[in-house]
């Protein structure tokens, strides 16, 4: 063979060989890439190049520029069933970032605040059609950085955090211990755990029921200015309940906010959804033996042989009443029927099962109850009570359900000892001091929720949670648990990946600007500073420090710099103090002095609540190396008593200069003001002027009645005297004593 044919049949060789590499190379990248997401113990194990069959396909994709609120790629699809949304930002903007939220019930379209916010930050927005689980969040990831690539014609890594916070902290959490490469960071808020629901509803509605009596003095001692001391009006009783709410780690400042504390349960039949027994309905479907077993069984405390118990069997309401009326609508369809023999109820607001009785059959009925006027308005699904609904049937109203929720949490003891809030109910051996419920429905919940998360505190990715101290909601010693789990899954790494920042004066839902910050500053100040984390190693803040008092209370020292965190102190005072009292039209002056984090941060604006009804009007601020100091004076027009309040931003270089991601802080004052009085009565003017004249006008008569006044009091002196010394005079004469009306 000569050379060139052997050269010839070697590269023929070599090709054939090269080929067949190719061919196989191939494929097993295609059998790489194409390797499913598994299922391990209920929760889905997902990376960056696994395929989740269930939402591997996006369809219906639509791509469009668009201008408002600033310029941005906008592509649409769906995956599954679920709908999602990509706002990619300006190639100008982009700064290899995606910011995605997720929570069970949201829609799949972003805000515009949050489109604006994403593009001011370097990043896209990724939003999905809220379902149980991480998957669908997931997979519409995965395909937003393919998107973004192509978009920006760029191989460069993207950086994607996921957010979530209340019913969306759940499915982040899965995600933070479920995932791998699909998420870089996460930004879980006002965070739940296996034991968060629905126990903080039941503990408040059980407040309600022991201690509604008593709510407004309660509340009234914790605000400002008032006595500090919640116990001052309560019995043993009511102290023991009130200890054991706290003990469950709802926050005692959550009762300055009176309303919503124990707000949401009001008499409702049949219906328990929309108030803080809903999750009730939950507990009779997954647990239906635990109302009789409640009030039939010992060891539960409907059978407690104790003050607590005893008022608990004193509260229930077992009646039979009778339709003695109906009212038909203008088609003579069944309205509402008026019922008598309905006893004075003492607490109406719980809600109660009703029950049209048909000999031994107890057909149930939804609707209303008006205690006062006796009526039952019908509501939905009554078909079947409807057949038997007439003039003289009788009616069963029955809140014991009700009432054995209330004390759910106790009959729901896990058995992982390190939920220490249920210490209260075990015993020194870790065993639980009441029956426990075969059914745990908060792990349930979290589950379901999560993904399949077991809250292992083992995580990927870079992590900073938020929580709120008056949150009574999700009360921030879940967040306090979930660190700790954190600490020992981690060990010496946790704070190379996990910071936990508490904010004071912020709850779940942020609805009243008097006394709560608003929340969205906080959380884009965690989404930038989770991506610094991740992208350029740029180590946040310190985590805050806190303690956990003996009541299960969390609390943050007043200095801003020792006790770590974002957020700016502030000291609002009023004459030196919390609580001033004054007269209507007199000055008041207010201080106060602000101190911001160690993080960088200065403080920036400053705005005053003066009447505590949480319009904020822009102030003068006066700033410092530390901190800040502002003074302000309000008249008041007419007496009251007013909340009056102050409200600061600080402000960080992550911000880059605009006005997204301030941190807020605030502090309040009482201010009692009195009616103030003339020589002619009340004054009630207005304005500051109408008071200065009215009292110059009367000028006149103030020195006319001051006169008038001068020679009675002579002449009354000179009378006293005179008969004074007539009696001085007869018992040195004659020895008498002076008689008494001789002298009156």
Not at 581 to 608: E, H, I, K, L, R
Request: aromatic share 10%.
């Amino acid at each position: 063979m000569s050379t060139i044919k052997l050269h010839q049949e070697r590269f023929r060789f070599l090709f054939a060989f090269s080929f067949m590499c190719t061919i196989i190379t191939r494929s097993v990248i295609a059998q790489t890439t194409a390797i499913p997401c598994i299922e391990v113990n209920g929760a889905w194990q997902i990376d960056a190049t696994c395929i989740d069959a269930l939402y591997n396909n996006v369809t219906d994709l639509k791509e469009s520029d668009e201008t408002v609120p600033v310029p941005h790629h906008h592509i649409s699809g769906k995956v599954g069933t679920s709908d999602f949304n990509i706002y990619l930002p300006s190639p100008s903007a982009w700064n290899n970032r995606l910011f995605q939220t997720t929570y069970p019930l949201q829609s799949s379209v972003a805000s515009p605040d949050q489109i604006a916010f994403a593009s001011a930050s370097g990043a896209g927005i990724v939003q999905v059609t809220g379902l149980l689980g991480y998957r669908t969040e997931a997979a519409v990831t995965k395909y937003a950085k393919k998107a973004a690539a192509k978009y920006y014609n760029s191989s460069a890594k993207i950086f994607a955090i996921l957010s979530g916070g209340s019913g969306g902290s759940y499915p982040t959490t899965g995600a933070m211990e479920n995932t791998k490469g699909v998420w870089e960071g996460y930004v879980p808020f006002i965070v739940g755990s296996p034991v968060a629901l629905p126990y903080s509803f039941f503990a408040r509605t059980y407040a309600r029921f022991v201690l509604g009596d008593k709510g407004e003095m309660i509340a009234d001692a914790i605000r400002p200015g008032g006595s500090g001391d919640p116990y001052a009006t309560l019995n043993a009783l009511e102290k023991q309940v009130f200890d054991e709410v706290l003990l469950l780690g709802v926050p005692i400042g959550g009762w300055a906010g009176l309303d919503y504390f124990l707000g949401g349960t009001r008499n409702n039949l049949g219906q328990t959804s929309g108030n803080l027994l809903g999750f009730g309905d939950n507990v009779r479907s997954l647990d239906p033996t635990y109302a009789t077993d409640f009030w039939s069984k010992e060891g539960y405390l409907g059978m407690e042989h104790s003050p607590l118990g005893e008022y608990f069997r004193q509260g229930r309401v077992m009646v039979k009443v009778t339709v003695e009326s109906l009212q038909l609508d203008s088609a003579g369809a069944l309205m509402s029927f008026t019922i008598s023999g309905l006893p004075v109820l003492s607490k109406p607001w719980i809600p109660m099962d009703c029950h049209v009785l048909n000999g031994s059959v107890a057909i149930a009925i939804q609707g209303t109850l008006n205690t006062t006027t006796s009526i039952f308005t019908l509501g939905t699904n009554n078909a079947d009570a409807l057949t038997i609904l007439k003039k003289g049937a009788i009616v069963s109203i029955d809140n014991s359900w009700s009432l054995a929720l209330m004390a759910y949490p106790r009959a729901q003891t896990p058995s992982a000892l390190d939920f220490y809030t249920y210490n209260q109910y075990r015993n020194s051996d870790g065993t639980s001091k009441y029956p426990v419920r075969p059914f745990h429905l908060g792990s349930f919940f979290s589950s379901s929720v999560s993904g399949g998360a077991v809250y292992s505190g083992n995580f990927t990715g870079k992590v900073i949670m938020i929580d709120n101290l008056l949150d009574v909601d999700a009360p921030p010693t879940h967040a306090d648990w979930y660190s700790l789990r954190a600490k020992k899954a981690l060990g010496s790494t946790y704070d190379d990946n996990f910071r936990l920042w508490y904010f004071e004066n912020a709850d779940h839902v942020g609805t009243d600007p008097a006394r709560l910050i608003p929340p969205n500053g906080v959380l884009e100040r965690a989404f930038r500073e989770v991506a610094e984390w991740v992208q350029y190693g740029i180590v946040p803040v310190r985590s805050t420090v806190y303690t956990v008092s003996t009541l299960n209370q969390i609390g943050v020292g007043s200095d801003a710099h020792s006790r770590g965190g974002i957020q700016p102190s502030v000291q609002l005072t009023v004459g030196g103090s919390d609580k001033i009292t004054v007269a209507v039209g007199q000055p008041v002056t207010f201080d106060v002095v602000s101190q911001a984090a160690s993080d960088g941060s200065s403080v920036v604006a400053v705005s005053w609540d003066f009447t505590g009804s949480g319009t904020y009007i822009a102030g003068t601020i006066v700033r410092s190396a530390n901190g800040a100091s502002a003074t302000a004076t309000h008249t008041y027009s007419a007496p009251g008593t007013y909340f009056a309040g102050v409200l600061l931003h600080a402000d960080h270089k992550v911000n880059n200069g605009d006005n997204f991601a301030q941190v807020p802080n605030l502090d309040r004052v009482r201010v009692v003001v009195t009616a103030a009085t003339t020589g002619t009565g009340t004054l009630t003017s207005t304005t500051v002027d109408e008071k200065v004249q009215t009292r110059s006008s009367s000028s006149v008569g103030w020195v006319v009645a001051t006169s008038i006044l001068m020679v009675v009091a002579v002449i009354c002196f000179i009378v006293i005297f005179l008969l004074y010394h007539r009696n001085k005079t007869l018992r040195n004469y004659t020895g008498l004593t002076p008689n008494t009306s001789e002298m009156s």
